[in-house]
T-cell receptor
Framework: ETGVTQTPRHLVMGMTNKKSLKCEQH?????MYWYKQSAKKPLELMFVYSLEERVENNSVPSRFSPECPNSSHLFLHLHTLQPEDSALYLCASSRALAGGRNEQFFGPGTRLTVL | TQLLEQSPQFLSIQEGENLTVYCNSS?????LQWYRQEPGEGPVLLVT?????EVKKLKRLTFQFGDARKDSSLHITAAQPGDTGLYLCAGDTGRRALTFGSGTRLQVQP
């Protein structure tokens, strides 16, 4: 148990569906992240939030829409996804963005399959 | 774009053997972290190294940060099946998010 929870753990959706992934951290951290992990690829950073403000968006398609209502919760809203979006989506948090010791604590991930 | 290259990509060994995993970059990092990820779970932080030349030990795992803070290694002594997993290194430039390596997938056969 890392203090970061994600729901659901598994999700199967059609290309026309709308769904949301939820992440919650119980560590009192100020920064939260969404990553995509596909087979045979490095972890891909998608979005970064610091103090509920989005500070980084790594050219992610608009069919992925993040939301950070407070420093403990992070959502990823999904709409009209493509089969190539099937992957493990990981949420992480850290005390701060600032450098030095940006140690990240990950949730267990949501395994997403797009049919 | 900063790249962190890990080698080898895959490693399958017998229980009791020793191994070393490498993480290399042309960029300088203020710190470097190692994570282990087991199937169906998120990565778990093992260690952070900060000072060039630093060596840290975690039971049978020894982590070293290169003098120039561009590379790192992870050495496992007498590997056990419980060491099986994906090992990821991640570099911190001090600006924003971490840069992750592509990972080394380790399988330790009993």
């Amino acid at each position: 148990e890392t203090g970061v929870t994600q729901t659901p753990r598994h999700l199967v959706m059609g290309m026309t569906n709308k769904k949301s992934l939820k992440c919650e951290q119980h560590l009192g951290h100020n920064a939260m992240y969404w990553y995509k992990q596909s087979a045979k690829k490095p972890l891909e950073l998608m979005f970064v939030y610091s103090l509920e403000e989005r500070v980084e968006n790594n050219s992610v398609p608009s069919r992925f829409s993040p939301e950070c209502p407070n420093s403990s919760h992070l959502f990823l809203h999904l709409h009209t996804l493509q089969p190539e979006d099937s992957a493990l989506y990981l949420c992480a948090s850290s005390r701060a963005l600032a450098g030095g010791r940006n140690e990240q604590f990950f949730g267990p991930g949501t395994r997403l399959t797009v049919l | 774009t900063q790249l962190l290259e890990q080698s080898p990509q895959f490693l399958s060994i017998q229980e009791g053997e020793n191994l070393t995993v490498y993480c290399n970059s042309s960029s300088v990092f203020s710190s470097l972290q190692w994570y282990r990820q087991e199937p169906g779970e998120g990565p778990v932080l093992l260690v952070t190294v900060v000072t060039g030349g630093e060596v840290k030990k975690l039971k049978r795992l020894t982590f070293q940060f290169g003098d120039a803070r561009k590379d790192s290694s992870l050495h496992i002594t007498a590997a056990q099946p419980g060491d099986t997993g994906l090992y990821l290194c991640a570099g911190d430039t001090g600006r924003r998010a971490l840069t992750f390596g592509s990972g080394t997938r380790l399988q330790v056969q009993p």
